[in-house]
């Protein structure tokens, strides 16, 4: 069906950045919005950021100003440049693409296994 790969989590410390990947894979017709969600323990999973496919971007206010979503749609990846990172910061990044995988079909959500990002000194 579909599947997305996310890579670029791990330990940074406060102040630090990270860049994290997501790249889609399988039977792919459109991709439309794109975006990022993160759940820390003992949270709901929350919006990070999110692309559509025309160039529109939505943060969390939390993270304005020191996240940036970009896509490469060539390549059916979206990336998240993570700068300025902070402890609250820290959660399991999951990546989202909302696909219309056969001709004339309906859309659906994939999501990605999830990526630690971890914010500590």
Do not use: H
Not at 5 to 34: F, H
């Amino acid at each position: 069906q579909v599947q997305l790969v996310e890579s670029g989590g791990g330990l940074v410390q406060p102040g630090g950045s990270l860049r994290l990947s997501c790249a889609a894979s399988g039977s792919i017709v459109n991709i439309y919005t794109m975006g990022w969600y993160r759940q820390a323990p003992g949270k709901q999973r929350e919006l990070v950021a999110t692309m559509s496919s025309g160039g529109s971007t939505n943060y969390a206010d939390s993270v304005k100003g020191r996240f940036t979503i970009s896509r490469d749609n060539a390549k059916n990846t979206v990336y998240l440049q993570m700068s300025s990172l902070k402890p609250e910061d820290t959660a399991v990044y999951y990546c989202l693409a909302r696909v219309r995988t056969t001709m004339n079909g309906p859309t659906q959500n994939y999501w990605g296994q999830g990526t630690q990002v971890t914010v500590s000194s």
